[in-house]
């Protein structure tokens, strides 16, 4: 039965992706095509089933960003984040450890799947393991298959807790309720220019510790960011030493025109998103990170109205001007609910909260108060 149904929404699927297939078939044989990539996004795993997703996409030939890149350089580079065409309703191999799966890309040149055989034994301490991706030759595209690598993370069972963090306002300097500051930013800055919060990184590096300072506590990072801008929010992290973790991100139809629109509209994604995670790791707790710019603290009350006793505590970042009456009403009654929460526009005074509440070590908090 269940064969049957993943053979009709792979019909469905193929069906849907038709007219943008049959633009990528006349790009090609009209010598316009780009040559097609499969990009991996991080996956993650519990109890054998990993869940993988990823782009088909032509190459956008972005290179590596650099501090010294121009103004120019870091707009070319935006928009060709923007304006490549990806390829959809092609079939895709997921493989990973001894199992193998096939899917198609959607509308957008994307795809997913879950993979319930994978043979991936969890260890006390989390670890990435790799997996691939390929795009079997297809006369139509690439007289050859092109394939991918990415990681998929499997949380240790000796962790502590789990993370889940928004990134724009929360712990990269976005300004996403002001339209022209945000796109000025998005335009004319790189992952090496952009800023984080301050402490930031040093405050997340000591939660992926714990309090014994040998833990590795998984990362989950939520974003109403589109995917487009996943290579981006990797090399921010990477290069500002955040903990490794799983981005989830918007799907959007990516396009030059839509650029304006990047990290709007609405973000009831991250509540199925996080609310996936809960199910996923139904014996993790997790603290919840965000800022009050984009509904973070509605939807993580929502959270933790469904998983009582499972949300440590909440970091709300205060970059939005909100009356200090409203903040203390919603402390008061989400505190009367058991939901421990705290609203504040510095890392510091939360890096305070997690010492005191056992969630960091002590010790942290001075080289959390040093890059303040």
């Not at 801008?229 to 025109?257: M, N, Q």
């Not at 970091?315 to 001007?321: E, G, N």
């Not at 609910?337 to 890392?347: D, G, Q, S, V």
Request: proline share 5%.
């Amino acid at each position: 039965m269940q064969k049957q149904s993943n053979e009709l929404e792979f019909l469905k699927q193929k069906k849907r992706s038709l007219p943008g297939r049959l633009k990528v078939i006349l790009k090609h044989r009209l010598g316009w095509l780009g040559v097609p990539k499969v990009i991996i996004y991080r996956g993650f795993c519990s109890e054998g089933k990993a869940m993988v997703s990823g782009c088909l996409t032509e190459d956008k030939g972005l290179a590596k960003p650099d501090k010294q890149n121009s103004t120019w350089q870091n707009i070319l580079s935006m928009i060709k984040r923007y304006s490549s065409d990806q390829i959809p309703g092609a079939k895709v191999r997921i493989e990973l450890a001894n199992t193998a799966q096939e899917t198609l890309s959607n509308d957008n040149g994307l795809f997913s799947c879950t993979l319930s055989k994978a043979a991936l034994p969890a260890l006390p301490q989390s670890q990435w393991v790799a997996c691939k991706a390929v795009m079997p030759n297809n006369a139509s595209t690439e007289p050859k298959a092109v394939s991918g690598w990415g990681e998929v993370l499997i949380p240790g069972t000796d962790v502590d807790f789990g993370v889940i963090s928004d990134i724009d306002d929360t712990i990269l300097v976005s300004h996403s309720t002001q339209f022209l500051r945000k796109l000025r930013l998005m335009l004319l800055r790189n992952a090496l220019t952009r800023k984080p919060f301050p402490g930031v990184d040093a405050f997340y590096r000591a939660l992926s510790k714990g309090v014994s300072g040998g833990k590795c506590n998984p990362f989950f990072y939520i974003s109403s960011s589109e995917w487009a801008l996943y290579d981006l929010l990797v090399d921010f992290c990477a290069h500002h030493k955040l903990p490794k973790g799983v981005f989830l991100l918007r799907e959007f139809k990516a396009g030059l025109l839509k650029l304006w629109k990047s990290g709007g509209g609405t973000h009831e994604h991250k509540f199925e998103k996080i609310d996936l995670l809960f199910k996923t790791y139904p014996n993790i707790n997790f603290v919840l990170i965000g800022d009050n710019g984009q509904h973070d603290t509605d939807i993580y009350t929502r959270i933790a109205r469904k998983y009582p006793k499972r949300v440590i505590t909440i970091y709300i970042r205060t970059v939005k001007k909100v009356k200090n009456r409203k903040m203390k009403k919603i402390s008061e009654e989400l505190w009367k609910e058991k939901i421990p929460i705290l609203f504040t526009p510095t890392t510091l005074e939360a890096a305070h909260h997690a010492a005191d509440n056992g969630l960091i070590s002590p010790a942290s908090v001075t080289d959390i108060a040093a890059e303040v």
